[in-house]
Each structure stands twice: as C-alpha cells, then as structure tokens.
C-alpha cells in the first residue's frame, strides 16, 4: 500500500511539473524568434548560407517567424508517433501523422502544434532503405535547415544514426537523441527481473538504457541528450517527459533574446 501511494502521489508531481513546463514552452512559442538561427553554425564552405536558405524555400519553411524541429532515425523506429503525442491527436485523428508496422513516411512532412502556430514538427522517413541511404541522408533531408534535431534511438546506434551526428556536428546543428516506448521497457524490466515496485524498475530501465547510451554514442560521440519517454501516455510523465519539453523549450529560447 505504502509503495502504491508513493507511486501516485510521485505521478501526481512529475504531471504537476510537466504542466509548469508546457506553460514555460507556451511563453516561448509565442514569441517570434530574433534571428533565422543560422548564425552559431560553423561556416561550411561559401555556399552554406546559400544552402540552408534554398532548402527552407524548398520545404516552403519559414526560418524567420517559425521553430522548425525535425524527428528522423532509422526505419520503423516510431518517428511519428511522438509527433502525435506532442501534438495531443490521436493516430486516426484527420491531421495526424501516419503510424504503421512498416515505414509509412516516404517524404519529409511538416505538422503544426495546435494553439502554437509558430511550432513546426517535420516528420522525415526512416534512414537506412534503398529510397533512403543512410550515406546521403542528411544531405538529401535538408537536415542542416532545421534549428533541432531529435535523432530517434532505439538501444542499437546504426551506421544511419552515425551519418547524421557527425554531419550535424559539421553544420553545428544541435542533436537529441529520443528513445520512446518506455512504459513497454518497463514492463520488461519487470517482468524480467521479478521487480514488482515500479520506481525501483524505472530507476534500472534507466541505468540500462544510460550504459548503452554512454558505451554506443558518448564514448565516440561526446556528451548528447537523451530522453526516455512514453509517447502514448506522454501528458503522464512517468519518464524523461518533463526534461523533454525543457529541452524544447530552452532550443527555442536560444533563438529569442535574453
């Protein structure tokens, strides 16, 4: 009993605290960014600028008015629905992203985030197909155009998620990594280590997830966000939800003045 309430009276925080957040990213959105957020990015060559700015007017993105993140990773790794939760519709809603067993984004897709007009979400296909190389990803992507990149991990860092750090790294464009599906690791991490108290197997699923992290990614990479989450019981943020929408939250402020 006295392990059940602890567990809902800590869910009743991590909300509580999940709402502060969102009213903190609220504030943010709804102020226009101060500069296209092309300025803190190294110089690549002389056609750099000339690069971005034709990949914005390809993708009829405005760099100017406008916060434009980008969800991309392999194939089949749960790109969209994320989207969704973040954008609180549902999978068959009429404006939803689409969801599948197999990849069903062929083309880079832009979504907007109700009540926040200038918060642009772009849903991009899974790397590492035949239509999709993983070599020429970020390039044919339009990667380098975006102001955030949150790179989907599954727990096996692919050759196709290598590609896009080091060539974000190379545009200095900032990388999250998201791993989703959390309440499902949980029930493994449960079921698997005979754990019945929930906190105690969140804090393994955690270190689990943390040592593959640092052993795959941080070792050769150097230090990146990660942030484990729910996507379909986002709003209950039971995981990483809350240092999630703060991360958002701070890359959209960093476009703004202080």
């Not at 959105?29 to 390809?58: C, S, T, W, Y």
């Not at 991009?124 to 990803?137: C, F, M, N, V």
């Not at 990388?175 to 197997?201: C, H, I, P």
């Not at 990479?221 to 990660?226: D, N, R, V, Y």
């Amino acid at each position: 009993m006295g392990s059940a309430l602890s567990t809902f009276v800590g869910a009743i925080g991590s909300v509580k605290e999940l709402i502060q957040v969102m009213v903190k990213v609220c504030d943010v959105f709804n102020k226009p960014p101060d500069h296209d957020g092309m300025g803190n990015a190294p110089k690549v060559g002389q056609n750099r600028d000339r690069l971005i700015k034709e990949a914005q007017q390809q993708m009829g993105m405005d760099a100017v008015h406008d916060y434009n993140f980008i969800f991309c990773g392999p194939t089949k790794v749960g790109k969209s629905t994320p989207i969704n939760a973040i954008r609180g519709v549902k999978p068959n809603d009429k404006d939803a992203a689409q969801v599948g067993i197999s990849e069903v984004t062929q083309d880079v897709r832009c979504y907007e985030y109700p009540g926040l007009p200038r918060v642009k979400l772009y849903d991009a296909p899974g790397a590492g197909t035949r239509s999709h190389p993983s070599a020429t990803y970020f390039m044919d992507k339009n990667l380098y155009a975006f102001d955030c990149i949150f790179l989907m991990y599954d727990g096996s860092f692919l050759d196709c998620c290598r590609h896009i750090l080091e060539e974000a790294h190379t545009w200095g464009k900032p990388v999250a990594f998201l791993r989703t599906k959390a309440d499902r690791l949980l029930e493994d991490v449960m079921y698997n280590s005979g754990v019945d108290d929930e906190q105690l197997a969140k804090q393994q699923l955690h270190a689990q997830v943390q040592t593959a992290f640092q052993q795959q990614v941080v070792a050769y990479h150097g230090p990146h966000h990660l942030f484990l989450i729910s996507a379909r019981h986002l709003r209950l943020a039971g995981f990483d939800e809350v240092a999630f929408f703060e991360y958002i939250r701070q890359a959209a402020a960093s476009r703004q003045s202080t």
